[in-house]
């Protein structure tokens, strides 16, 4: 089964960047849809951004204008860009493949439409 590893999170302050990198193992990546996602103290697993294999994404209405999502499945690699960052932004940031199958539209940017979880990484965001 495929396993995913996220990295690149950390601590920065009000308006700064973090790029965040989600590393699938073998060739998975390029035949599923890639997300991420975040959670916070007491909050439940919210979408982020999602990109279809086609390169179509979505972004939650939050981080639009701020964030880019992409993906290098030469590399089995997905990314995400956050600029402007807020401190509204810190949570764990998770990554994961989308369940097949998947809809002839893209799939559904939801956690109910993903599986393979990595086991996070940290954004912290100070004001």
């Known amino acids: 089964q495929a396993q995913v590893e996220e990295s690149g999170g950390g601590l920065v302050q009000f308006g700064g960047s973090l790029r965040l990198s989600c590393a699938a193992s073998?060739?998975?990546?390029?035949?599923?849809?890639m997300g991420w996602f975040r959670q916070s103290p007491g909050k439940g697993r919210e979408a982020v951004s999602c990109?279809?294999?086609?390169?179509?994404?979505y972004y939650t209405d939050a981080v639009k204008g701020r964030f880019t999502i992409s993906r290098d499945n030469a590399k089995s690699t997905m990314y995400l860009q956050m600029n402007s960052l807020r401190p509204e932004d810190t949570a764990i940031y998770y990554c994961a493949t989308a369940k097949p199958p998947i809809p002839l539209g893209g799939v559904s940017c939801q956690p109910e439409s993903f599986q393979t979880w990595g086991r996070g990484t940290q954004v912290t965001v100070s004001p």
């Open positions: 073998g060739n998975s990546m390029r035949y599923f849809p």
């Open positions: 990109i279809n294999l086609d390169g179509t994404t």
